[in-house]
């Protein structure tokens, strides 16, 4: 299994960016994706989750109502949409892989997980 994320890069603050993750090596049908981020000097936290087979979404406070997952089933892809990023949004982003929908927001319920890009918001 290889998740490869992309689409990280220097942005002012209020822009906006769009990381995608690939997924490849089996089906996802049955998993939650997520993406989480570590900031330096931070622990990693948890931003978004999506369940590949019915779309439900999840997100961590700090980001709801600028972020939005989502998912492209055909082309194996899971994206996370930024909006209005602000400083405090710099950190590098991870994608993952997790068969516990239950515990999304638990990076230890994740099996797979992608090598992060970097997102760093400053003026």
């Known amino acids: 299994v290889q998740l490869q994320a992309s689409g990280g890069g220097l942005v002012q603050p209020g822009d906006s960016l769009r990381l995608s993750c690939a997924a490849s090596g089996r089906t996802f049908s049955g998993y939650i994706m997520g993406w989480f981020r570590q900031a330096p000097g931070k622990e990693r936290q948890f931003v978004a989750a999506?369940?590949?087979?019915?779309?439900?979404?999840y997100y961590a406070d700090s980001v709801k109502g600028r972020f939005t997952i989502s998912r492209d089933s055909a082309k194996n892809v899971v994206y996370l949409q930024m909006n209005s990023l602000k400083p405090e949004d710099t950190a590098v982003y991870y994608c993952?892989?997790?068969?516990?929908?239950?515990?999304?927001?638990?990076?230890?319920?994740?099996?797979?997980w992608g090598q992060g890009t970097q997102v760093t918001v400053s003026s």
């Open positions: 993952a892989a997790g068969t516990n929908p239950s515990w999304y927001t638990f990076q230890d319920e994740y099996d797979y």
């Open positions: 999506i369940t590949w087979a019915g779309g439900n979404t």
